[in-house]
């Protein structure tokens, strides 16, 4: 039997995951996934462990609906409360997608700025200014937060498996930094699913994950792997018109609850 094995969130952009034994979905994935961004504060670039890896390294987590503690090595606990949805606004760039939404002040990017040793701020994404996911794969003008371009990634346990034993040690399921991870099936048979159910909610795959350098980052300690791995290997195995591909992109009704362990049926 398929079932639901694990749900990871992300409350920072490419910050650290944390798993969670049962989640609420709203309009934009996971309830608080992915609803807080750092960019350079000069360039208004958005900021990721493809340039900082020791992002890996830095936790943030919901203290409650109004409130993110932020947590990293030698520093001391950071608490960011909800900015006003549209006042402080500031302008950045998504790949591709124009953004406009609220800076969560300068206390934050002062302890960021301490840390990283580079100018930043901190962003939040409201529900109300998120961005659509791409025209070509969404058929109801599903929105996101600040994901890279779907709101919810699942990637088959198997899966990994396979790919640990063609690189030769076992790898972290966070360096791929899925929403869900399905336990039972074999190795990439998500490949080919269109439509799933996880417990009462249905979901569409819509688009294999693209994956670039962030996968050579250990979680653990935040430094790249010197082989360049599981890239190198997903490369050979997993090349499709110049980009190499590892999970699939889901898209959501919009409202719904998922629980770890919840049987999980294919539709189609």
Not at 209 to 215: K, N, P, V
């Amino acid at each position: 039997m398929l079932r639901l094995s694990a749900i990871y969130r992300y409350p920072l952009k490419s910050g650290m995951g944390e798993r969670l034994a049962r989640s609420e979905l709203d309009a934009l994935g996971l309830l608080g996934d992915r609803r807080w961004m750092l960019i350079d504060a000069d360039s208004g670039r958005f900021l990721s462990q493809r340039l900082l890896p020791q992002m890996a390294l830095l936790q943030a987590r919901w203290v409650d609906a109004d409130c993110l503690q932020l947590d990293a090595p030698g520093m001391p606990p950071q608490r960011v409360w909800l900015p006003d949805a549209d006042t402080a606004l500031r302008d950045t760039q998504l790949w591709g997608s124009e953004l406009n939404v609220p800076d969560a002040g300068d206390a934050a990017a002062a302890w960021l700025e301490q840390w990283l040793g580079r100018r930043c701020r901190l962003l939040y994404q409201p529900s109300a200014r998120a961005r659509q996911v791409d025209p070509r794969y969404t058929v109801s003008g599903e929105r996101t937060a600040f994901t890279d371009g779907y709101p919810l990634l699942l990637i088959g346990q198997n899966s990994l498996e396979e790919l640990s034993a063609q690189v030769g040690r076992p790898l972290e399921m966070l360096r791929f930094r899925p929403n869900l991870v399905v336990e039972g099936a074999a190795p990439y048979a998500e490949d080919g699913w269109k439509r799933i159910r996880i417990g009462a909610v249905e979901l569409r795959l819509v688009k294999p994950c693209s994956r670039c350098i962030i996968t050579t980052i250990d979680p653990q300690n935040g430094q790249r792997d010197a082989d360049r791995e599981p890239l190198e290997t997903l490369k050979r195995h997993r090349l499709r018109d110049g980009e190499v591909y590892f999970g699939q992109n889901l898209l959501h009704p919009g409202h719904g609850v998922l629980e770890e362990g919840a049987p999980v049926e294919i539709l189609e």
